[in-house]
């Protein structure tokens, strides 16, 4: 006897719905299975085998074949379990569907005794199966809370194999979940704020303005300065995450298998600080089967390179392209996958290899030919896309040993922030860009037009400064931001100048 069961496979944070079409017919008895699988598909069979043993069905003695179509797709992972084991038990006539299967997504994993354990990638896989025009869904009753992010369609949890089966065979049918019911995520109240920082207006300014228009920024200052403790705050005054955002970030997570079952939806905007040992796959992502790398991770928000000049030039390398095209591509002999990768990078490092120099209260041990090393690890390519440079000096003790009332709270810089970006939503309606930072060169003119007075300075600082293009750009996207935050329509002259002061040319180090 044949059966059929659909089920639903993650390539990316993309779902792709699988057929299991299960054959029993007598004969020698035997077991294939075709349509690419990789080992942990093929290993189901062992796990399948012993699940429904223990379950008081009996394992065909028979020709099995097992067929996951379409065939050109990578099948991977654990989920086709339970729809494998449904299928068996139908085709070899021990289960008799009373509902319709044809409209039926199932997923799981089984454990030996016939639990139904979690698996990852189910909201992928339930919007995929959605879109394909599914409603009626079996999943992990571990994945339930997940699975009902995807926010409509008929969802069933199943703890172990007798609940499916009780299910299809309409003997004991699951009540469907109620996405209503599930109280929404936490909203954890963040433990740190900006205010925890005292002093240190410069820098603070400049990660509002970071945070305004969207700028990759870097920070230099010697050891103890703050540079870890204010990056952690980032996050912090960034706008709130959009619902569409939210969602997508909480897909990287579901493939990774890195969300928390009791509140699945990512609302805080992601802080990664990998260590500079990090390997260049596990910061963009691949591995023999694909997993999203730490810049798909940071996806809608930040991450941290703590001691950028430590980070092998590999590593930086490997960035580039992320950066520019915010996602990241990792091709496979069978399969292509793709990993959104939209984040704001945020560097710290010290001024030299001792850390000192230029600090008034010690003194610089290097020579200059090791801080030339030093400096140049930074790739100019990427420094190219760093908006912001801001140095970070230890603050003075009147400010360390004083209490810190007049700092402002995180929701307070937040509030600007929120309003600037406003603004240039709707500048740039209708366009690509959603900040600043994202403006291109063919745009620039038209979205960063300068005065008579405003062109005479910006082309003294040109000279004076010995600009490239490319610099000459940031500090045109740059001071559009800091007009953006002062609320003026224009870009004016003081803006300007604090722009040039985050131009962040090494020699001023
Ligand atoms: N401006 C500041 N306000 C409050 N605490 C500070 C400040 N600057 C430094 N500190 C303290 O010094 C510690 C070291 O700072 P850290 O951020 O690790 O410096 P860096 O990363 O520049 O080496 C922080 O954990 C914090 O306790
Ligand atoms: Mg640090
Ligand atoms: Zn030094």
């Known amino acids: 006897m044949l059966s059929n069961i659909y089920t639903c ?29 990789d080992t942990a598909v093929k290993e189901a069979k062992e796990r399948v085998e012993s699940a429904v043993s223990h379950n008081g069905y009996s394992f065909p003695q028979v020709k099995i074949t097992v067929n996951l179509s379409p065939a050109d797709i990578k099948k991977e992972g654990t ?10 038990l139908i085709s070899s006539g021990q289960l008799f569907p009373e509902v319709d299967l044809s409209r039926y997504v199932i997923l799981g994993e089984l454990s030996l005794s016939g ?24 999943v992990p009753a571990a994945n339930l809370r997940e699975a009902c992010l995807a926010g409509c369609g008929r969802v069933y949890g199943a703890a172990n194999l007798g609940e499916a089966v009780g299910h299809i065979s309409g003997k004991a049918p699951l009540a469907p979940a109620d996405p209503n019911c599930l109280p929404p995520a936490a909203t954890e109240i963040e433990p740190i704020d900006m205010a925890d920082v005292k002093g240190q207006q410069q820098v603070k300014r400049a990660m509002e303005i970071a945070a305004a228009g969207g700028h990759n920024m870097l920070m230099i200052g010697p050891p103890g300065s703050g540079k870890t403790m204010l990056a952690r705050r980032f996050t912090t005054i960034l706008p709130e995450m959009a619902r569409s955002e939210s969602l997508q970030t909480t897909k990287i997570y579901s493939v990774a298998g890195m969300l928390d079952e009791s509140t699945p939806l990512i609302t805080q905007r992601p802080f990664r600080s990998p260590h500079h040992t990090v390997s260049p796959v596990a910061l ?80 610089c041990k290097c020579s200059s030919s090791d ?9 100019g390519p990427l420094l190219d896309r760093i908006d912001i440079v801001a140095h970070v000096n230890v603050e003075k003790y009147e400010f360390l040993s004083r209490r810190n009332d007049a700092a402002e709270s995180s929701e307070k810089i937040r509030s600007r922030v929120d309003r600037a970006r406003k603004i240039q939503l709707k500048r740039m309606e209708g366009s690509t860009f959603v900040s600043n930072s994202q403006i291109s060169a063919k745009e620039i003119e038209i979205y960063c037009p300068l005065g008579r007075e405003e062109n005479r300075i910006m082309k003294a600082a040109f000279e004076a400064y010995a600009m490239s293009a490319r610099t000459y750009h940031r500090v045109l996207k740059l001071s559009r931001t800091i007009a953006d935050l002062a609320g003026e329509e224009n870009i004016n002259c003081e803006h300007i100048a604090e722009a040039l002061q985050y131009r962040g040319s090494f020699s001023t180090l």
């Open 9 to 37: 496979a993650a390539s990316g944070i993309d779902g792709k719905m699988i057929g299991v079409e299960v054959s029993c017919l007598k004969g020698q008895n035997s077991f294939f299975m075709v349509g690419l699988p």
């Open 79 to 88: 989920a086709f379990d339970l729809p494998l084991a449904l299928g068996i």
């Open 115 to 138: 639990q139904v354990k979690g698996v990852k990638g189910i909201l992928p896989m339930m919007l995929g199966a959605l879109a394909a025009g599914f409603r009626d869904f079996i």
């Open 284 to 363: 963009v992502g691949g591995g023999s089967i694909p997993r999203p790398g730490e810049v798909s991770l940071a996806n809608g928000g930040v991450l941290f390179l703590d001691e950028f000049a430590e980070f092998p030039k590999q590593a930086l390398e490997v960035l580039r392209q992320p950066l520019e095209d915010k996602k990241v591509t990792i091709s496979r002999v069978n399969a292509t996958y793709t990993y959104p990768a939209s984040f704001m990078l945020l560097a710290g490092m010290n001024p030299c290899p001792c850390g000192y120099r230029g600090d008034p209260r010690h003194s």
């Open 371 to 379: 801080i030339q090393r030093y400096t140049k690890k930074i790739s």
